[in-house]
């Protein structure tokens, strides 16, 4: 099977390789024997999946067919994002209740109330630490790349609607729940994270008798849902080929061609904050680099397909669960950093305002530049309760330091594919991150 899977990996790059020759027009390649191409790759991996029987097997494999398919017949490939919609609103009942079921039961019935603060305080150190990486490698990839520099804006272009940056009250006031209920229905992690943790301590303040019956429905609750993930996670595949076919049917491959330079430019500024930030960070604390790739497969997979967050939060959970970090700390660490440790949009927002600039013809000065990332630094920890997420602070950003918003017209046109990046980056900080504070607290592999 080792072999087969080697040889298939092979002929899968090398039919991708022919494919980019032939968009930049490098090589001139038959249509129908690149179709042939393609789909004899297909089915080789359609043979590998039914022979291993594995779920990222059968994740990865049906996001390269979503690819195939999406380009190929596009008539019926541009409606199959309901697929995805299907399984993230199945996610979307997951994340509430499994939450709170875990958090509680961490809280009150396995942590102290000391070591929830003790964590809380590392947690954001590194969160901190890691997110002013991600927006200077950001700087530095869009300065020596300067993939907006030289673009023709279209003169008819109008911009998105701008948007007010949010100021330090809206920001802080949004990390506490008004309504739990409302909470729930909007989405908003971090609320029901802060009103988990109050719960939790509430609990481990009241009487043993009283607190073993609430304790015993929130470590059944989060049990059942773990249970409920497993169920929805076999509608993966089917969500991941639905999402890429739907992406690709959308926006083709050929449209992105004026600014591939731009999306290079986020890969592999994100690839760098992997291999220079992340990376390290894992041979110091010694952590096993080849088991932490194994059990964040599954969920950077997902996240990279349906450019959600959310949808790989409960299967991510899990992993690091039998990765060995405590559920009191998964249950802690992971929510909180889908808030304040974006390593990927934070990269992703200092690269897209300096492309704003370059592609409006305005120079910002080096301390110009370092006071908008000092923005962006606080700005970006509001990501996770704003409608539309990291366009809406880009906008905001602009606006803030008199730049244009026309150029954001160019990048809505790629930000599928560069949220895909963005989003499966996120994914692995917080797992990293996760496992981070474990080993700080001394508590990694001990259950």
């Not at 700390?329 to 492309?355: E, Q, R």
């Not at 305005?362 to 366009?391: D, E, N, Y």
Request: charged residues 10%; aromatic residues 10%; neutral net charge.
């Amino acid at each position: 099977m080792k072999n087969i899977l080697i040889t298939l990996v092979l002929a899968v790059t090398i039919t991708a390789l022919l494919h980019l020759l032939g968009l930049f027009e490098i090589l001139a390649i038959d249509p129908v024997l690149l179709m042939a191409m393609r789909w004899i790759c297909i089915a080789g991996l359609f043979y590998y999946g039914h022979q291993k029987k594995s779920l990222t097997g059968w994740i990865l494999i049906m996001l390269v067919a979503g690819f195939g398919f999406g380009f190929d017949a596009p008539g019926i490939s541009v409606n199959l994002k309901i697929l995805s919609e299907i399984f993230l609103r199945l996610i979307k009942t997951i994340i509430a209740p499994l939450l709170f079921g875990t958090l509680v039961s961490g809280i009150a019935g396995h942590a102290s109330l000391k070591q929830v603060g003790r964590m809380g305080i590392k947690a954001f150190i590194y969160f901190e630490v890691m997110t002013t990486f991600a927006l200077f490698i950001g700087l530095a990839a869009i300065n020596i790349s300067k993939a907006g520099v030289g673009i023709d804006l279209p003169a008819s272009s109008s911009a998105p609607e701008a948007t007010a940056p949010q100021s330090a009250h809206d920001i802080i006031l949004h990390i506490f729940p008004e309504n739990i209920a409302r909470a729930i229905a909007e989405g908003q992690v971090l609320q029901v994270v802060i009103f988990s943790i109050l719960f939790g301590i509430g609990l481990s303040l009241v009487n043993e008798k009283r607190k073993r019956v609430v304790l015993e429905f929130c470590e059944g609750l989060g049990e059942v849902m773990f249970k409920f993930t497993n169920i929805v996670m076999y509608f993966a595949p089917f969500a991941v080929f639905g999402a890429v076919s739907s992406t690709v049917a959308t926006y083709g491959i050929g449209v992105f061609s004026n600014l591939i330079q731009l999306l290079l430019t986020l890969y592999i500024a994100l690839i760098a904050f992997v291999i220079l930030i992340l990376l390290p960070v894992m041979l110091i604390m010694k952590i096993p680099v080849r088991k932490f790739f194994n059990a964040i497969m599954e969920p950077f997979t997902i996240a990279f397909a349906t450019a959600s967050s959310e949808s790989a939060l409960p299967v991510a959970m899990e992993n690091m669960e039998s990765f060995g970090v405590p559920r009191k700390i998964v249950a802690f660490v992971l929510p909180t950093g889908y808030s304040f440790n974006l390593d990927g949009s934070t990269l992703y927002l200092s690269l897209a305002a300096i492309f704003v600039a370059q592609a409006a013809g305005i120079h910002l000065t080096l301390g110009q530049q370092l006071i908008m990332m000092l923005t962006l630094m606080l700005t970006s920890k509001g990501v996770a309760g704003v409608p539309r997420a990291s366009l809406v602070i880009l906008s905001a950003t602009v606006a803030s330091f008199g730049l244009p918003a026309g150029p954001i017209l160019l990048i809505l046109g790629i930000d599928a594919l560069m949220d895909m990046a963005r989003t499966s980056v996120n994914v692995f900080g917080n797992c990293l991150a996760s496992v981070v504070i474990a080993k700080w607290e001394g508590e990694w592999g001990n259950e």
